[in-house]
């Protein structure tokens, strides 16, 4: 069945970098597209970013373009999340989803995402 693992959060200070990891099993990978959408205490959820299942096509947030990247490995099933500049507002769990198009993926409209990982941004 559907299972996206995220991992590599963590503490970090402003201005420092992280990258989140999402691995993938139990679908035909390249086939999805696969977003990173987070979740901060008391906030609705925001889409962050998405990434087509061939990886040629990518969106953004406004809130994290220029300073996020996000990529896919589909040898490895995997999907990361580069995290530059980071700032404390981007403190959130931060989960990955898989979505059957990317367009669907930028409206939010996932069918199976992970259990989160923390990414908490403090001096």
């Known amino acids: 069945q559907l299972q996206l693992v995220e991992s590599g959060g963590g503490l970090v200070q402003p201005g420092g970098s992280l990258r989140l990891s999402c691995a993938a099993s139990?679908?035909?990978?390249?086939?999805?597209?696969i977003g990173w959408f987070r979740q901060a205490p008391g906030k609705e959820r925001e889409g962050v970013s998405c990434?087509?299942?061939?990886?040629?096509?990518?969106t953004y947030a406004d809130s994290v373009k220029g300073r996020f990247t996000i990529s896919r490995d589909n040898a490895k099933n995997t999907v990361y999340l580069q995290m530059n500049s980071l700032k404390p507002e981007d403190t959130a769990v931060y989960y990955c989803?898989?979505?059957?198009?990317?367009?669907?993926?930028?409206?939010?409209?996932?069918?199976?995402w992970g259990q989160g990982t923390q990414v908490t941004v403090s001096s």
């Open positions: 989803a898989r979505a059957r198009a990317l367009y669907l993926c930028a409206l939010r409209k996932y069918d199976g």
């Open positions: 139990g679908f035909t990978f390249d086939n999805y597209a």
């Open positions: 990434i087509s299942g061939s990886g040629g096509t990518t």
